[in-house]
């Protein structure tokens, strides 16, 4: 059974940083394309950050240039790094692999992110 396992989240204050991972198993992980994103209490799950299997890269406007995501395939593992946190970034985040020509699409338990002073 495919796994995606994220962890990271914590408590920080406004301006702080955090690094999210999200560590996959039992999946070919190099040929799936991943994403992060998050759901804030009364809102819908949206789109944060996403990186193709072959490395390109693609954020939210909210995000840009304060978020980055990469992925080491030989660990597995997706990152997502926050800085310059906002009380706004607060949500939970979620892991997401997908392969749409296979059409298989998996998701984390989510990591909880809290910015407040």
């Known amino acids: 059974q495919v796994q995606l396992v994220e962890s990271g989240g914590d408590l920080v204050q406004p301006g702080g940083s955090l690094r999210l991972s999200c560590a996959a198993s039992?999946?070919?992980?190099?040929?799936?394309?991943m994403a992060w994103y998050r759901q804030a209490p009364g809102k819908q799950r949206e789109l944060v950050a996403a990186i193709t299997a072959r490395g390109s890269t693609n954020y939210a406007d909210s995000v840009k240039g304060r978020f980055t995501i990469s992925r080491d395939n030989a660990k597995n593992t997706v990152y997502l790094q926050m800085n310059s946190l906002k009380p706004e970034d607060t949500a939970v985040y979620f892991c997401n692999a997908d392969h749409r020509l296979r059409a298989l699409n998996y998701w984390g338990q989510g990591t909880q992110v809290t910015v407040s002073s």
């Open positions: 039992r999946i070919m992980f190099s040929i799936y394309d």
